[in-house]
């Protein structure tokens, strides 16, 4: 897996580099220093993920976040930052982000997300996982007929199963259906609801209480 990382203190760009260089799966292939430097490493190095801060001189994560999700779709974007402010985390998981951690999560915890993320799982800090459901609950004005007229019986299921963190193969095997297939419904349910990834589709089924 591919690996840029973001970040403005070069001692945590050098401190990740070299943790997750250690993991056989990962390659770091880049680093910034900040969003700019990122969506240009981004567009050159074709990362599959990249490990993003957010407060940053010049372009923060959020905006650096929003290009490379708009111009790289395939790209996906874990932030890791010290800052759990409501703004900040609502704002990153707007942007397309995939997940979100602090940096005093274990090192352990950050390569299971980065794996994991490249899977399609979400993983949020649970510092901040409470806010951000209480805020999805609070905005929860439409109701879940706004979502079945848009997708098919078996779409609503599956898009049931992405809200609970579920990959699409462990889908296919609920479902008992094929893993291409899933994705084939992944990619109409993204479709229809005018979303980015799986992480902003859970994020609408919770809001619209499917």
């Known amino acids: 897996m591919k690996i840029l990382i973001c970040d403005d203190q070069a001692v ?118 409470g806010k951000l459901l209480n805020q999805i609950a609070s905005n929860q004005t439409q109701p879940a007929s706004v979502l079945t007229d848009k997708l098919t019986e078996r779409e609503v299921e599956v898009l049931r199963w992405i809200a609970k963190g579920f990959t699409n193969g462990e889908i296919a095997s609920r479902l008992h259906l094929s893993e291409g297939t899933v994705r084939n419904h992944v990619s109409a349910i993204l479709e229809k609801l005018d979303v980015g990834d799986r992480t902003q589709a859970a994020i609408v089924a919770i809001r619209h209480g499917v």
Request: proline content about 3%; overall charge negative; cysteine-free.
């Open 12 to 129: 945590i760009r050098d401190g990740l580099e070299m943790l997750l260089n250690l993991e056989k799966d990962f390659q770091v292939v880049g680093t910034a220093q900040d969003g700019a430097e990122a969506v240009e490493r981004a567009a050159r190095l074709a990362p599959d993920l990249v490990l993003m801060d957010l407060k940053m001189p010049g372009l923060n994560g959020i905006e650096a976040t929003r290009q490379i999700r708009t111009k790289f779709p395939a790209i996906k974007v874990l932030v890791l930052t010290t800052y759990d402010d409501d703004e900040w985390v609502f704002d990153a998981i707007r942007a397309g982000a995939a997940g979100y951690l602090l940096k005093d999560t274990s090192r352990e915890k950050i390569v299971e997300a980065i794996r994991g993320t490249a899977q399609g799982r979400s993983f949020v800090d649970p510092s901040v996982a």
